[in-house]
């Protein structure tokens, strides 16, 4: 193809014989900073009959573009400067009249000038091709609706790892989480956005550094996650390092596709070699970590070029299923420590509420024959229900019949006093020894010659009581 300057006292495709007119291959047409006419050659062998046509041109420039000699339609306004240009659309397609075509060759001329972006792009012209009439939004959400379906998922982990940090489960990983989600599903929006909005060609500057940047952000913070679980000790120093070769990845390649690629890639491969180091040393899931990562860093390298538009976002999904089942498993290992320390503790709040009131003497006043007995809870050996009355039973022999319930004595008497049967409390200081029967029931002996039943039920925390 052939591409010759243009001016702004252009008002038809000038014949290309320009001395500057220059045959170059398609994919090398720039416009930015220039205006320019491109000559391309449109070989039929029939004109498509009973569909529309339209001549489909996705560039990040103004276009005006001309079929036979003949405009067939306007996308901004081409100029020599930024000035006198009026940006266009990014994607457009322009209608192509039937009878303009004709078997053989065609002569397509396209003016184009790009003057209003931020950036330079290597390939600032992605396509020009005569088409079936259809709006280049909808061509580009074929290309990415399947990578949205993924969007759910990452909303859904960011909300979940958010909660799991206000609650301070695991709060700085769950932290790391939420934003890696995060970053995936705003990146994966910049992605589409393409297809959902009509935007002017200087736009589309920004959504590139939009996804160099979260790209960046989510392989970085997929690398701090892995230094957090298996180098805590030296994980600033780690994490340095990561964003130094994110930052490189950012700055060193000229294309920003590559850019995209490579800030993920590289944090990546720096989070393999984290988790491959940790293998050495045994922690849990080194290994499992490191291949996973590997993996994902493979497909990045393997299909670069399709990498970040079909595969990415799926990958994504893949690697934070995987990374939330760890943190569930992380979770459950945490809840079941806390259980067994919440155990160890009442255990040991048991042991020091019984040595306090191990010598503690609670006195009981008795009438009895018309007498009131104030008996000490030392001497007592243990006690009977009787219906509304109990019998004290002392460890002189003695008995004593007592105004009073099982219950309301169980809450009086010091914690040494155990409840043994649904009508006997022991003084656990006299217990001399424990028998199981075949039944499931027992007997406690005491030291005062007293055999007392122990029920089915009460037999289990009996045998605890007394370990």
Same mark, same amino acid.
């Given at each position: 193809m052939t591409v010759c300057p243009a001016s702004q006292a252009d008002s038809v495709p000038p014949a290309p014989d320009h001395p500057d007119c220059q045959q170059v291959p398609r994919w090398t047409i720039d416009p930015q900073g220039r205006h320019l006419w491109a000559y391309f050659t449109l070989t039929l062998d029939e004109v498509p009959a009973n569909r529309p046509l339209g001549l489909s041109v996705s560039a990040k420039a103004s276009s005006h573009a001309y079929l036979n000699g003949v405009k067939i339609g306007e996308n901004g306004q081409p100029a020599d400067d930024r000035r006198a240009e009026k940006p266009g659309k990014m994607d457009v397609i322009f209608p192509v009249p039937a009878d303009l075509l004709h078997p053989g060759d065609n002569a397509l001329a396209v003016r184009m000038s790009s003057h209003s972006g931020w950036?330079?792009?290597?390939?600032?012209?992605?396509?020009?091709?005569?088409?079936?009439?259809?709006?280049?939004?909808y061509r580009m959400l074929n290309r990415y609706w399947p990578s949205f379906l993924t969007f759910g998922a990452f909303i859904l982990g960011a909300?979940?790892? %958010?909660?799991?940090?206000?609650?301070?489960?695991?709060?700085?990983?769950?932290?790391?989480?939420?934003?890696?989600?995060?970053? $995936? *599903?705003?990146?994966?929006l910049v992605e589409v956005s393409r297809g959902l909005l009509d935007y002017n060609y200087p736009?589309?500057?920004?959504?590139?550094?939009?996804?160099a940047g979260l790209s960046a952000t989510f392989g970085l913070t997929l690398a701090t996650f892995v230094i957090w679980r298996f180098r805590p000790a030296i994980k600033w120093w780690l994490v340095g390092g990561a964003a130094a070769c994110t930052v490189a990845a950012l700055?060193?390649?000229s294309g920003f596709d590559a850019k995209s690629g490579l800030a993920l890639l590289a944090p990546t491969l720096f989070a393999t070699g984290v988790a491959l180091s940790a293998v050495r040393t045994r922690l849990v899931n080194a290994l499992v970590f490191a291949g996973c990562l590997? %993996?994902?860093a493979s497909i990045n390298l393997f299909a670069a070029g399709q990498f970040l538009?079909?595969?990415?976002?799926?990958?994504? $999904? *893949?690697?934070m299923l995987f990374l939330f089942i760890q943190q569930a498993d992380g979770f459950a290992r945490e809840e079941s420590l806390r259980q067994q320390e919440q155990s160890r503790a009442d255990r040991l709040q048991?042991?020091?509420?019984?040595?306090e009131t191990s010598d503690a003497v609670t006195f009981l006043s008795v009438r009895d024959m018309g007498r009131t007995h104030r008996i000490s809870s030392q001497d007592i050996a243990y006690i009977k229900g009787a219906g509304d009355f109990v019998e004290l039973v002392l460890t002189s022999g003695e008995t004593h019949l007592h105004s009073a319930t099982l219950n309301d004595l169980e809450d009086e008497l010091p914690a040494y006093f155990l409840r043994v049967h649904r009508s006997y409390i022991a003084n656990s200081k006299l217990?001399?020894?424990?028998?199981?029967?075949?039944?499931?029931?027992?007997?406690?002996?005491?030291?005062?010659?007293? *055999?007392l039943p122990v029920s089915r039920r009460i037999m289990p925390k009996i045998k605890a009581a007394l370990q």
């Open positions: 950036l330079t792009l290597s390939s600032p012209v992605h396509r020009v091709a005569l088409d079936g009439y259809q709006s280049p939004q909300l979940y790892f %958010l909660r799991t940090a206000s609650l301070g489960r695991q709060c700085v990983p769950s932290l790391l989480l939420a934003l890696m989600s995060t970053a $995936a *599903a705003l990146q994966l736009i589309h500057d920004l959504r590139l550094i939009a996804i700055v060193l390649p590997l %993996l994902f538009d079909r595969y990415f976002y799926f990958a994504i $999904a *893949a690697l048991y042991v020091i509420d019984r040595i217990i001399e020894s424990l028998q199981r029967n075949a039944s499931g029931t027992g007997e406690l002996r005491l030291h005062s010659n007293h *055999a």
